[in-house]
Each structure stands twice: as structure tokens, then as C-alpha cells.
């Protein structure tokens, strides 16, 4: 059955720490985990060019992505899940690991007809 | 330099075909070049015990995600593509591979405070 999703998109500004991959990568683990949901996989390139970051963790409660602009110490971050996961709690592990300055959240419901 | 980004959350009701990963895979990277996007990597998963799709286009101007619910003919797709790519023409190659009967769209700007 299906359980609306929250979707949450995170627009993060004044960040820090946005050229590293690995840690990254561990920190949306981490905020994964923080929000109880169950990873499937996940993927993390760097472009050459700005040392930025683009990413993904697929979850079986459906996905966060990062997008980095280190040049502009930006970063825009998505936590979509489904069902009882913990999107609030993922998203705060993320400002955290980012020390984001400054973060702009706009909370939308997905399939939000179905119910 | 940033480019602001357009992403477009998408609602896909009534849609058929949401259970074909190849499929689903083919039509994700056919919007990507639809919209004159750069494809980095993808992934798709398959639930066993519903069929349902979930999986990820990473770009070079952002990514293309996908979440379907077979028993609901429902899927969340979103498109987020900074820069010159055309978001609108991915989105379009999609609804048309699903067949969905209704889409309800949300169009946000991802770091609209850095213009």
C-alpha cells in the first residue's frame, strides 16, 4: 500500500566541506540511518572542473540526492521517503555535516491524491 | 558559475508500465537527451515484492529520479536540471513512456538566492 511521501527540497547556503566526496558519502549514510530508512545502493561523482559533488542514495523509502557548488558554498539537498522514515532527522544530519549557514526547506507531499 | 536550477516534481496517475526497469532505464536516459542533458551514471532497483521501480539518472546538470507504485499505477518523478537543460522535454518523454493519464506538476528554483 502505499504511504504519501515527504519530500522535502533543502537549499543550502554559506556550506562548507562541499568538495569531499567520501565524507559526503558518509554523511548521507549516516542521515540515512538517523531517518531509519534502509539504503540500497549509493553513487557520489566529483567533477573535475569545480571540485563540486553530485550524488545519490537510493533507499527502499525512495531517495536523498546532493547537488554541490563549492565555488558558491551552496548545496541543494533532497530527502524524499516514504512512509514512517524520518525525513526531518536526515535532513538535519546533513546541515550539520555541511555547516550550513543558512538553509531554505520547502515540504511537499508526493502522490498525495492516492490517499 | 551557478546556474539557477529548475526542478520539477512530478505526480504520474493512471500510468502503466511502471514495472519494466529496461524500459523505465531506456526512457529516463532518452529524457536526459532530450533535454540536451549529460548522462553520468545510472541506477534502477526492482522490488520483488511489488514490482515497483525505483532508480536515478545522475547529470552533469543534476539528475532524473524515479519511485513507481505498480498496484497504485502511480509514479514520483523529478527532474532537476540546472543550466541551459531543457527539463520540460525530459519530463514530456517520460509522461509519454508511462502513459499516465494525469500529471500534477510542481516547478521550484533550486538556489534561487544566488542570482
Known sequence: AYHPGRHLLADLYDAVRLT??????????EAAQAAGATILMSHLHVFQSS?????????????ISIHTWPEHGFAAVDVFMCGEARAEAALEVIRAALGAG????RREVRGAELT
Open 51 to 63: 571540485g563540486g559533488v553530485t550524488g545519490m542514495v537510493l533507499l527502499a523509502e525512495s531517495h
Open 102 to 105: 543558512r538553509m531554505v526547506v
Open 20 to 29: 569531499d566526496a567520501a565524507e559526503i558519502e558518509a554523511s548521507l549514510k
